[in-house]
């Protein structure tokens, strides 16, 4: 009641310092009945001359209503007895607040689950795209099938639409090769093909990365596993690597098996007698097979004895950039193993640049048998043999490319095909065929592969 007492003195001192300056108030201290101090405060009226009655309820009524909101004012503000009006204020805020902080952080959630399920439909209509893409490459490419008789000969038809037919320009001829109608010429038609478990290429894997090399000497070289290895040095899981990056190329790297090739491990390091030129070497029973640096001779080396085993030079053949590979590197001679045993692809001047296939004996590296080609080599990125059939990549940086070409030695005739092939790593500088695996291994700037292949099984393949 005293904070009630305050503020009627102070209303009373208000209503005397709004009079005119005519009437001041005056206080009176004196004692009560009870020896107690008493304040008693006189204040004229401002308005009125003489009191309408002697009862002061009405005035007090009307000041009541004011001091109970002037007390409510006052308790909130000093943090008074208002039963904690303040501290529920602060608590409804923070309530607020965190419903707020928990409806953002929901929201949020949410972005976040879609955000991953757009990546997701991203990858799926990028996978989609590509195999759209591989596979509209492969309807252009595929020849017509329409066949017209001229005078009883039969030949193949192709529409004039083709980007193969006619003239094929050099920068066109790194992605296609040329195929014309004329004829392969058989030069040596004998010999006994045993095509057991063979047939025509009918589909090429994606490639499995092996091992990638972590310097500039490894941008392009030759790695392979020998599919009939001889003695009990080496087996059909070593595995052999060339850097064919530089001046005196010589070391032949052996690593234990796949995992120790993997890692990095080699268990050994041999120094070949004769460097190596380019990519074009090859491994087959035992020995090490490969073209001397600036020349057309060829060389044996056996594993075995670490030793020169035979050398001899390729008939005619054009070497150290006469007559390569589209990517260059000096791939005039590539060396091939297949079912039917040991190869050279190459060119000759007499060919004028048609890629020439020479079966070789593998103990002397004499020629047994050559067919020359109607495709020419440098239109072509790279050549394996399978079954004793040639077959040519039309690009080495295209991702998305194609082999374009088989050339069947039994029956000496050629013609284009469409096997989607893919260069994972865009500058594919080796490609080679083993048999025992049935797998192609290649070198694709930087990084070692190998693809998977499926053959049609049939015992020959139709031309």
């Avoid at 392969?184 to 092996?210: M, Q, W």
Wanted: charged residues 20%; aromatic residues 8%.
């Amino acid at each position: 009641m005293w904070l009630q007492a305050s503020l009627l003195c102070l209303s009373c001192l208000t209503l005397s310092s709004q009079s005119q300056g005519e009437d001041q108030a005056s206080l009176h201290l004196s004692n009560d009945p009870t020896g107690r101090c008493q304040y008693t405060f006189t204040v004229a009226s401002p308005g009125e001359s003489t009191c309408p009655g002697s009862s002061v309820k009405p005035v007090m009524d009307g000041v009541l209503p004011r001091l109970t909101l002037l007390e409510a004012l006052v308790s909130r503000l000093i943090g008074g007895s208002d039963g904690g009006t303040g501290t529920g204020i602060k608590s409804d805020g923070e309530e607020g607040l965190q419903e707020a902080y928990a409806q953002a952080t929901g929201e949020r959630n949410q972005l976040q689950q879609d955000k991953e399920r757009l990546n997701r439909q991203i990858q799926e209509l990028q996978r989609r795209v590509s195999e759209l893409s591989q596979e509209a490459e492969s309807l252009r490419q595929k020849p017509c099938q329409q066949t017209h008789t001229s005078g009883g000969t039969q030949r193949e038809s192709r529409p004039a639409s083709d980007p193969g037919y006619g003239f094929v320009s050099g920068a066109y001829q790194e992605m296609k090769a040329e195929v014309t109608e004329v004829p392969a010429s058989h030069l040596i038609p004998e010999g006994n093909h045993n095509l057991t478990n063979c047939g025509e290429l009918l589909s090429v894997g994606d490639p499995v990365l092996h091992r990638k090399a972590d310097s500039i000497t490894g941008k392009y070289g030759v790695w392979l596993q020998d599919p009939e290895p001889q003695g009990p040095h080496y087996t059909n899981k070593t595995v052999w690597r060339i850097d064919a990056v530089g001046k005196d190329v010589r070391q032949l790297f052996a690593y234990e098996d796949m995992d120790q090739f993997s890692r990095g491990f080699p268990m050994k390091v041999l120094v070949l007698p004769e460097p190596v030129e380019s990519t074009g070497a090859t491994m087959y029973r035992g020995s090490l097979y490969y073209q001397r640096k600036r020349s057309r001779t060829l060389i044996r080396y056996d594993l075995a004895s670490e030793s020169l085993a035979s050398r001899l030079d390729l008939p005619h053949a054009s070497f150290h950039g006469q007559h390569p590979y589209s990517w260059g590197g000096y791939t005039d001679i590539d060396l091939a193993v297949d079912e039917q045993g040991l190869w050279a692809i190459y060119s000759t001047s007499k060919a004028k640049g048609a890629i020439v296939i020479s079966q070789l004996d593998p103990e002397s590296l004499e020629v047994k048998r050559s067919w020359e080609t109607n495709i020419r080599k440098n239109t072509v990125a790279n050549a394996f043999m399978v079954c004793g059939h040639l077959y040519t990549v039309a690009s080495y940086t295209a991702p998305n490319t194609t082999i374009n070409y088989v050339f069947d030695t039994a029956t000496g005739t050629g013609r284009a095909v469409a096997v989607p092939f893919k260069n994972k790593y865009r500058y594919n500088s080796m490609l080679d065929y083993n048999q025992a695996q049935r797998k192609l291994y290649a070198w694709d700037n930087f990084h070692m592969v190998t693809y998977d292949i499926r053959l049609d099984g049939a015992s020959r393949g139709s031309s």
